[in-house]
């Protein structure tokens, strides 16, 4: 690998007493070919060791030992390398695809054996209440790669699915206690690369939810710290300000940066100090390991602004070197253009540069969200979409974005709209033909109800359907409402038309200034010409042709993408809260 020089964490009780003080010349040690010991770092714990290792071209699979420990055996094994980077794994996601996130606990039980494992802190199951474990599993997903292939989906989003062995609400996953673990309980390292292949052999992909900036209270470097800067410590207990204006403010002072990156986010998931280079070369080598040997597809990273920016630099170039198609995308929850473009690629000319491809888009899932529940105004309703779009300019390629509707933490998008299906259905519309990566939240294809008030729990239900028993199944049509076939049938077949249109996939964007709360924009390239009319207005409108000349001149037919309908292209009437999708012919 381009990454050669690997550091090994050993843990142990006393392990340093295991290791004599050796002097390494500036070749290092030979354990094997192609494969040197070049120090052994001693730290403040002495149940660690960390071993740098130079692994050269000439290097071959196997087992290394070290023979010169004394009463300790220890085996490290090098693998070999997998092949069809870019085709058969690390291919990354673009405009082309859709994406599925699940929470694997709430999705589906492939396999009840799991569902308590004997030693784990959290020993709960329980599907009456939204805190405790519901047994959800890998094996659940895999079973259903039919039914989520058949939506249009081309790749799926997990949240994380590496062991949370913590006492309780460990459903989420977002708090590690051994990064070389998959959780037990979700099926282990068997299932994953089970699901992993499956998912491949489909001619789909998969985004691993990766977290940088904390792990859980119980990771066994919190429990025992291999020194006292491993984490971010405090006189006292400091919880980040959240305030991510801090981290590009011209004025901001140093104290409110340091409370907002290296407070915690909460006394259960620990800090990481990434400032510190053992912690930097655990987690980048970590990141590096797990795409070569799980064979994932790209990365979706948790808390991106609270991470040390400067690190993030450097295990986003780890990667991309190694694995130059992967994707990474980063969670910006950040209300502001100039707050989330800060953290991605883009085109300031400012000190610090960032080399994150992507995030996710909170900026127009903010404004569909006015645009569908706010009255048109200057800056109100749709115009506020409008708005959001224009500023693309500062990003580096705006269409490698996350462009989403609701997530695991926030409130679902049907009951945003007060359950008015038409929002809901121009809503995905918006999702579907706007540039950048569409995502879809597990549910989002059927009338799915939630808020996160009073707790987030609420918008993290099961999935009818997907557990022995359950009185419907909402993965068959017979199982589900009205509302929900028509969800599920309007959302299937635009994202089932998308993946065959050069324009939706591939093409430029074209807006106009939205009129009366009436938003046009059009999706085209040199075969394909796609006209996108939103009515965010509370009463029917008349959408006048002649008016997006620019882009209709030359076409007199038109094709309903959802409907199929075909007709003269002229002036029509659009009602309220309506959108269609036409594909424009000669």
Request: glycine share 6%; net charge negative; charged share 25%.
């Amino acid at each position: 690998m381009k990454w050669n020089k690997v550091q090994i964490m050993v843990h142990g009780d006393k392990v340093a007493d295991h290791f004599p003080m050796i002097k390494m010349g500036p070749k290092g040690m030979k354990l094997a070919t192609g494969v040197n010991l070049m120090m052994i770092n001693r730290v403040e714990n002495s149940n660690y060791i960390f071993l740098d290792l130079q692994i050269d071209a000439t290097a071959k699979p196997g087992k290394i030992t070290f023979p010169f420990l004394k009463d300790m055996t220890l085996e490290y094994e090098l693998k070999p390398r997998r092949t069809d980077k870019g085709r058969a794994y690390a291919q990354g996601v673009n405009s082309a695809d859709l994406i599925y996130l699940i929470m694997p606990d709430r999705f589906s039980n492939g396999d009840p054996t799991n569902d308590k494992v004997a030693g784990m802190r959290d020993q709960s199951l329980n599907r009456d209440t939204v805190f405790n474990r519901h047994g959800g599993d890998l094996q659940g997903v895999q079973n259903k790669l039919d039914y989520i292939k058949s939506l249009g989906v081309t790749t799926i989003w997990l949240n994380p699915v590496i062991e949370n062995d913590m006492p309780n609400r460990t459903e989420h996953g977002y708090a590690f206690t051994d990064h070389y673990k998959i959780d037990p309980r979700l099926g282990g390292e068997t299932a994953y690369q089970n699901l992993i292949d499956a998912t491949h052999a489909k001619g789909m992909k998969i985004i691993q939810d990766a977290v940088y900036n904390h792990v859980g209270l119980y990771h066994f470097t919190v429990q025992d710290q291999p020194m006292k800067d491993w984490l971010h410590q405090w006189p006292s207990y400091t919880q980040t300000s959240y305030k991510d204006q801090v981290i590009f403010d011209p004025y901001a002072s140093e104290k409110d940066k340091k409370i907002m990156t290296d407070g915690w986010f909460s006394r259960h998931m620990p800090d990481l100090n990434q400032n510190n280079p053992y912690v930097a070369n655990f987690l980048i080598q970590h990141a590096l390991w797990t795409v070569e040997e799980f064979g994932i597809d790209g990365w979706r990273i948790d808390t991106y602004a609270y991470n040390d920016l400067g690190f993030m630099n450097r295990c986003n170039k780890a990667l991309l070197d190694e694995y130059p198609q992967i994707s990474i995308f980063g969670e910006t929850w950040f209300h502001g253009v100039p707050n989330q473009s800060y953290v991605v690629e883009n085109n300031y000319n400012i000190p610090f540069k960032s080399n994150l491809p992507a995030s996710t888009d909170f900026q127009t899932m903010w404004a569909i969200t006015d645009a569908l529940t706010k009255d048109f105004g200057w800056d109100d309703g749709v115009n506020k979409l409008y708005t959001t779009l224009a500023q693309d300019f500062v990003y580096k390629d705006p269409t490698r974005q996350v462009i989403f509707l609701d997530n695991h933490d926030m409130a679902r998008f049907f009951s945003v709209v007060n359950e008015n299906v038409d929002k809901y259905q121009m809503g995905l519309a918006w999702l579907l033909t706007c540039r950048g990566v569409p995502q879809i939240y597990y549910g989002d294809e059927l009338a799915t109800t939630g808020i996160t008030n009073p707790n987030d729990g609420h918008v993290r239900l099961d999935f009818p359907g997907g557990w022995p028993g359950d009185p419907v199944d909402k993965f068959t049509i017979q199982g589900r409402t009205q509302k929900d076939q028509s969800i599920f049938q309007y959302l299937a077949t635009l994202a089932n038309y998308r993946k065959g249109s050069s324009a939706l996939t591939k093409g430029k964007m074209m807006q106009y200034v939205p009129e009366e709360g009436v938003y046009v924009y059009f999706r085209y390239d040199n075969d394909q010409t796609i006209m996108i009319v939103l009515n965010t207005a509370k009463e029917e409108k008349k959408v006048v042709i002649d008016k997006f000349a620019e882009r209709t001149a030359g076409f007199t037919q038109y094709k309903n993408v959802i409907s199929k309908e075909k007709g003269a292209l002229k002036d029509f009437t659009l009602g309220s809260y309506k959108a269609v999708v036409y594909e424009l012919m000669k």
